[in-house]
T-cell receptor, first 114, second 117 residues
Framework: AQSVTQLGSHVSVSEGALVLLRCNYS??????LFWYVQYPNQGLQLLLK??????LVKGINGFEAEFKKSETSFHLTKPSAHMRDAAEYFC????????????FGKGTRLHILP | DGGITQSPKYLFRKEGQNVTLSCEQN?????MYWYRQDPGQGLRLIYY???????QKGDIAEGYSVSREKKESFPLTVTSAQKNPTAFYLC????????????????FGQGTRLTVV
């Protein structure tokens, strides 16, 4: 079975500071990994995805994530936070299997301090 | 433009009523999903469907029902058996993941906020 754990339900950073949102996964086969962002009362929007190509994945809005197999991690980072980055972020995992479904973490709400 | 549409955006239900949430996609995706979102609990899978006329229960299917008569449509009915239906409901779709080279990401609708009054 596969699962995903996001460390920290709330993270606060100052505007201009580094953003680091943590995600660890569990999967018995090579996974596909995703980060999604959700703004209030909206659906989820894909930030970036890892599908076994480059381990460092660049996404929209200046975010990137690095797949580390040895650590089973896929942490999301951004060098400099903006106020508009305040949202909820979800890590998700799936794998190449017809019967599998996409599993989401519980989410991390990112607060940006002025 | 291709996308996934949920309606209505807001829905109010009286105690004991069944209500149906609509989800339509024109992305030609085989797989569709329904998630429930509550504060602090993230997304929980209610039902999913990998192909027309077939669907499987997710983690919290009790009190819900679905149908998949057409590829583009996956309506969710919240029945009176669902004891705490007030939540934000999200519908999503994705291409068939049978081929590893295909796009596996999920596309989401804007959500329906259901409130019991």
């Amino acid at each position: 079975a596969q699962s995903v754990t996001q460390l920290g339900s709330h993270v606060s950073v100052s505007e201009g500071a580094l953003v680091l949102l943590r995600c660890n996964y569990s999967s018995s086969v090579p996974p596909y990994l995703f980060w999604y962002v959700q703004y209030p009362n909206q659906g989820l929007q894909l930030l970036l995805k890892y599908t076994s190509a480059a381990t460092l994945v660049k996404g929209i809005n200046g975010f990137e994530a690095e797949f580390k197999k040895s650590e089973t991690s896929f942490h999301l980072t951004k060098p400099s936070a903006h106020m508009r980055d305040a949202a909820e972020y979800f890590c998700a995992v799936s794998r190449m299997n017809r019967d599998d479904k996409i599993i989401f973490g519980k989410g991390t709400r990112l607060h940006i301090l002025p | 433009d291709g996308g996934i549409t949920q309606s209505p955006k807001y829905l109010f239900r009286k105690e004991g009523q069944n209500v149906t949430l609509s989800c339509e996609q024109n992305l030609n995706h085989d797989a569709m999903y329904w998630y429930r979102q509550d504060p602090g609990q993230g997304l929980r899978l209610i039902y999913y469907s990998q192909i027309v006329n077939d669907f499987q229960k997710g983690d919290i299917a009790e009190g819900y029902s679905v149908s998949r008569e057409k590829k583009e449509s996956f309506p969710l009915t919240v029945t009176s058996a669902q004891k705490n239906p007030t939540a934000f409901y999200l519908c999503a779709s994705s291409e068939d993941r049978f081929d590893a080279t295909m796009n596996t990401e999920a596309f989401f609708g804007q959500g329906t906020r259901l409130t019991v009054v």
